[in-house]
């Protein structure tokens, strides 16, 4: 009782101290598990480990093969939360890089740490590729907290992050398929009978992954599934074909579990999210017992057997020269920057799947007596916990070093995305400012896609907002709801994270008609607040400027903004074509000849424009009653 209490306790602590610290929790699991595991040994009186995961006659917590069960279970939940994230629609957007990457670096990948593997370490071909194939996989779960606190321009992030996702499942799939090629045909690796092999758990992963999602989606759309069960019937159908699918296919499970979380994920479940929310919950209660489980079953000598100059040549070939070598090939001839792929090939971290697949597959082929199986798991322990080491603590160091750190946040990012959101969003993107919008509302995230603006569907009282790493560059919050609380609680809750250069909110109704209570992070205007917003948006379609010649004469376009009702100052844009978000208390602004005023509504008759950009296509009748949820 005492093992299995202190095991969970310490995995949620492990993980709390990566929240605190901001590095992936998979730094802390690894030496815990080490450290009550094999080097326990070191210093009990006994020589015992202080966890024991399998039972060794006189204790220990899983008897027999149990542990392979629980590992393997604990991993198709895991790889089915992370098929759950991708989107059809993201995936075709990261462009042919990401393509490349989980394609031709994989490849290199595979081939090149096999040949090192077997060059440097003296391993057989077949235990070589198997080591090649679980170290393809770059987990997003490790990757994530990474970039999180490292502002990089948006394409090199979405890069690493989608590269994570998708990985993920190939590389399980590449590991599975060459397990099968060693186990297969009693030794006789490339015969048909591993062929064989190959082709049931692909056929076998995808036909039941395919069909229970698209079963299980049925019966959430009719909800044959009443809402109280909806989590745990899903866990239930996710074990059941993962189980199901082995039975047919030794290790198709995997695959099947992958295929099922992609297909609910891109089938516009209307409860998705909850089932997200859950998945991810649990995954992070499975990885903190998993890991430190893992860690804690290698024993002192196979950390003995990597104890060597050998391991550190091998370490080097596949992160400085395997790794470089599959990035800068597959983004050849792309638009990324030398110093981006650089970059790109120092963040390469692996992950859960790794270790996880790793454990599972060398205790396999060990118990089977492979010669060199006793390699693979101390071998991928030492790739994974040296990656995530030397990445977790350098790549802050080395974005700056190569010159891929933003040293200024000019992203915006505006929390709503009704007609007035996006209006203003389409005058930034067409100023070469990096704007998203979000919103609840899936109609207003719709529209804002329609017209080529980055929405993300989501609401300002989840906590995932604030891991968005595509938000890396965001330096201004704009709340521009029709509800005062949200734009309050935007205001509160993420002004740290994206509102180091400013953080405004429309006024509400009451603050506009004291003017004594002019809210320090009011924007715009004092006298104009959602509803006029909207109205002057509906009214006149198109955002305008005009140049000024002073700061006298900023002031008095100010006051003539004030007068008419629709008219509204949004942003000052300087020589260089830089924009000032205009705060309520806009006679504070610093002005310089040659500025532009940009503003909302009809012309300033008295002055002669310098461009007027007519937007009108974006507010339509329809909106009339539209109103933001978000």
């Not at 992963?205 to 809402?227: D, M, Q, R, V, Y």
């Not at 704007?435 to 719709?446: A, E, G, P």
């Not at 100010?558 to 208390?585: M, Q, R, Y």
Request: net charge negative; proline share 3%; charged share 20%.
């Amino acid at each position: 009782m005492l093992e299995l209490a202190g095991l969970i306790i310490f995995g949620i602590l492990a993980q709390w101290v990566a929240w605190k610290f901001k590095i992936p929790a998979i730094l802390p699991l690894i030496l815990i598990g080490l450290a009550v595991g094999p080097i326990a040994t070191l210093y009990t009186e006994d020589g015992t480990k202080l966890i024991e995961p399998i039972w060794n006659g006189e204790y220990g917590l899983f008897p027999g093969e149990s542990l392979f069960y629980f590992v393997s279970l604990a991993i198709s939940i895991i790889l089915f939360e992370g098929g759950l994230t991708l989107r059809r629609g993201e995936v075709l957007n990261v462009g042919p890089v990401i393509v490349k990457l989980i394609t031709v670096a994989v490849i290199i990948t595979f081939f090149g740490a096999g040949i090192a593997a077997h060059f440097i370490f003296g391993l057989s071909w077949q235990i070589s590729f198997l080591f090649a194939a679980l170290i393809i996989v770059t987990g997003p779960t490790v990757i994530t907290p990474i970039l999180r606190n490292i502002p990089l321009k948006k394409d090199v992030s979405a890069i690493l992050k989608w590269e994570g996702i998708l990985i993920d499942p190939i590389g399980a799939l590449v590991a599975v398929l060459v397990f099968e090629f060693i186990s297969a045909g009693e030794g006789h690796e490339f015969t048909q009978v591993a062929l064989a092999e190959f082709g049931k758990i692909v056929l076998f992963g995808f036909t039941f992954g395919f069909t229970f999602a698209h079963a299980l989606g049925f019966c959430i759309k009719k909800n044959i599934i009443p809402h109280y069960l909806l989590n745990v019937f899903t866990l239930a159908t996710v074990l059941g074909v993962f189980v199901l699918a082995d039975l047919f296919a030794h290790e198709s499970g995997l695959l099947a579990v992958v295929v099922m979380g992609m297909v609910l994920g891109n089938i516009n479940l209307p409860n998705i999210k909850e089932l997200l929310y859950f998945k991810e919950s649990l995954s992070v209660l499975l990885i903190s017992i998993l890991f430190i489980l893992l860690s804690a079953n290698i024993n002192i000598d196979d950390l003995l057997l990597i104890y060597n100059w050998d391991a550190l040549f091998l370490f080097v070939a596949v992160v400085f020269l395997v790794r470089p070598m599959g990035v800068f090939l597959s983004s050849f001839r792309s638009s990324l920057k030398f110093n981006e792929k650089l970059f790109i090939s120092w963040v390469g971290p692996r992950g859960i799947v790794a270790a996880g697949i790793a454990s599972l597959f060398g205790l396999k082929l060990a118990s089977q007596g492979i010669e060199g199986a006793q390699y693979i798991t101390p071998l991928v322990f030492m790739i994974v916990l040296g990656t995530v080491l030397l990445n977790a603590t350098t790549a802050r160091g080395f974005a700056k070093l190569v010159g891929v750190f933003l040293t200024s946040s000019e992203g915006i990012l505006i929390i709503g995305a009704s007609s007035i959101s996006r209006l203003i969003g389409a005058y930034l993107k067409k100023n070469n400012r990096h704007v998203v919008l979000v919103d609840n509302n899936r109609i207003n995230v719709r529209k804002a896609k329609e017209l080529g603006l980055e929405a993300i569907e989501g609401s300002v009282y989840a906590d995932d907002l604030g891991n968005n790493i595509e938000l890396n560059d965001v330096g201004y919050l704009m709340a521009l709801t029709g509800n005062t609380d949200i734009n309050k609680t935007a205001i509160s809750k993420f002004q740290k994270h994206f509102g180091e250069n400013g953080s405004f909110r429309v006024v509400s109704s009451d603050e506009m008609s004291d003017p004594e209570n002019n809210p320090q992070e009011g924007l715009f205007s004092h006298t104009d607040d959602y509803i006029k917003l909207t109205e002057v948006a509906r009214k006149f379609p198109q955002i305008q400027e005009i140049e000024l010649n002073s700061q006298e004469h900023y002031s008095g376009l100010i006051e003539i903004t004030k007068a008419d009702d629709d008219i509204i100052p949004l942003f000052v844009k300087d020589n260089e074509g830089d924009l000032s978000i205009i705060p309520s208390n806009s006679q504070e602004v610093q002005i310089e000849a040659g500025n532009m005023l940009v503003y909302l509504g009809k012309t300033i008759e008295t002055e002669i424009l310098k461009e007027s950009t007519d937007l009108g296509e974006i507010v339509s009748k329809d909106d009339k009653d539209e109103e933001d949820k978000n």
